[in-house]
């Protein structure tokens, strides 16, 4: 069944210029829609991606209702790695001594999840609001003390937050602004709700490492825009908000937090022009960096596949590890199934005894993967490969070998 809501034309979300679309993935699952029985009608839609040749915003060609991938079931707890968990409590606590002094502060997070930012805002007893719509993750956030209210933020629900709580001093969103393809609407709420002399942080995949680890499992339903400096730089100038810095980071495989301010307000970090001055030098966005990027993922699925063929006429046994949204497209793309890898294991107690979207492989408890070891392991979630391969060194000890797909197929 081919999706029922497609974005019609080719326009861009952000500001209605023409886009290009340079790669298609063809037809995709929703990449959270783990079942224990495949419904007969699982939805799949056209998993392309474009830029606009005005603003040069990366973004899907195919919008998916938001409330197919976000609701009571979704699946994704970001307190499943123990390094993202340390990463979000160096966040809360970079705020609490930065934005968060003066008196009574106010922090509202879109996208709490499960409060992995939050739990150290509410610990340590300041003001704060969690906006989450997917009602599963979002009682283990208020299970942590974490205050939450079950919406979609956009422009209405700010307007609401901002007459009961009062301006926000920072609005804080990770790996959640590029899940959004209403844009606008999140920019006038937070232009609404936002202190005067208050700052919007968020911090997403930079399309400038996916590019360059041709990491194209990051492009997948939930992942609408993949961000530059310069496409964020072109989206918040219209509502008045300024890029006054940025930050390259390391987790999830490289990504940029982006602080917006109101125009004037900041001190621009030199770090902005930098990172955009590298954008244009490395050609970003422009048709044959695209193209080039296009013949790289096509070369990662020949090789795969041959790969996992190869294993499998020698008799090896092969796992996936870790279910991760971005294997949806990997698996779908290559049309990799349970021929080529038999199980994933994952940690996530909501995805054991489910099959993943689309390719229907079985998802098992991470007990099954020592009982007994695979031959090789594909590290779906490669973006955690160092505390994986650390929680995982008996693996290794027996013999077995990872493989990994980014930036190409490599057994090690
Ligand atoms: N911040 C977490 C969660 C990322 S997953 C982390 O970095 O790990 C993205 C989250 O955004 C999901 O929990 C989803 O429910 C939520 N989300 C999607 N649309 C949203 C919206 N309009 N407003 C607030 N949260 C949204
Ligand atoms: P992640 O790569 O963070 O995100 P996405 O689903 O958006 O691609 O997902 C990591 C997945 O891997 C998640 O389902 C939990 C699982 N996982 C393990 O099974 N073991 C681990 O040690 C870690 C860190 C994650
Ligand atoms: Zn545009």
Request: proline residues 6%; glycine residues 10%.
């Amino acid at each position: 069944m081919s999706f029922p809501k497609q974005r019609s034309g080719s326009r861009c979300r952000v500001c209605g210029g023409p886009v290009s679309e340079f790669f298609d993935f063809g037809r995709q699952p929703l990449s959270d829609a783990f079942h224990e029985q495949p419904p007969a009608d699982e939805l799949f839609f056209r998993l392309a991606v474009g830029n606009c040749s005005w603003c040069t915003m990366v973004q899907l060609m195919e919008e998916v209702p938001r409330d197919r991938m976000f609701h009571a079931g979704y699946p994704y707890l970001s307190s499943g790695s123990a390094v993202m968990r340390d990463h979000f409590g160096k966040v809360a606590g970079r705020f609490l001594e930065t934005e968060l002094t003066g008196p009574n502060p106010f922090v509202v997070e879109l996208g709490c999840n499960d409060g992995v930012m939050l739990r150290t805002i509410a610990e340590a007893g300041v003001r704060h609001l969690g906006v989450e719509p997917s009602g599963g993750v979002a009682d283990l956030a208020a299970a942590k003390g974490v205050r939450v209210r079950k919406s979609f933020f956009e422009e209405q629900v700010a307007t609401e937050i901002l007459a009961q709580d009062g301006p926000a001093d920072v609005i804080y969103a990770a790996n959640t602004l590029c899940h959004i393809p209403y844009l606008g609407s999140i920019l006038r709420g937070v232009d609404a709700l936002l202190a005067p002399d208050g700052v919007f942080v968020f911090e997403d995949p930079y399309f400038s490492d996916i590019v360059e680890r041709a990491s194209f499992d990051q492009i997948y339903d939930e992942h609408f825009y993949l961000f530059t400096v310069r496409s964020v730089q072109a989206a918040a100038r219209p509502y008045g908000l300024e890029l006054v810095d940025v930050e390259r980071l390391p987790v999830h495989g490289g990504e940029v937090r982006y602080t917006l301010a109101r125009a004037g307000g900041r001190r621009l970090a030199p770090a902005v022009a930098e990172l955009l001055a590298e954008e244009h030098e490395r050609r970003l966005t422009e048709a044959e960096t695209l193209a080039g990027f296009g013949s790289r993922v096509e070369g990662i699925r020949e090789r795969l596949v041959t790969l996992l063929r190869e294993l499998k006429a020698k008799g090896k046994r092969v796992a996936g590890y870790g279910a991760t949204a971005k294997s949806a497209t990997v698996l779908n793309y290559c049309g990799i199934g349970p021929d080529l890898i038999p199980y994933i294991t994952d940690t996530t107690k909501a995805k054991q005894g489910t099959k993943t979207p689309g390719s229907h492989i079985p998802v098992l408890g991470p007990e099954a993967f020592r009982d007994p070891y695979p031959d090789y392991a594909v590290l779906f979630a490669w973006n955690h490969a160092a505390e994986i391969m650390e929680k995982e060194v008996g693996f290794a000890g027996v013999g077995g070998e990872w493989i990994t797909y980014v930036p190409d197929v490599r057994v090690v």
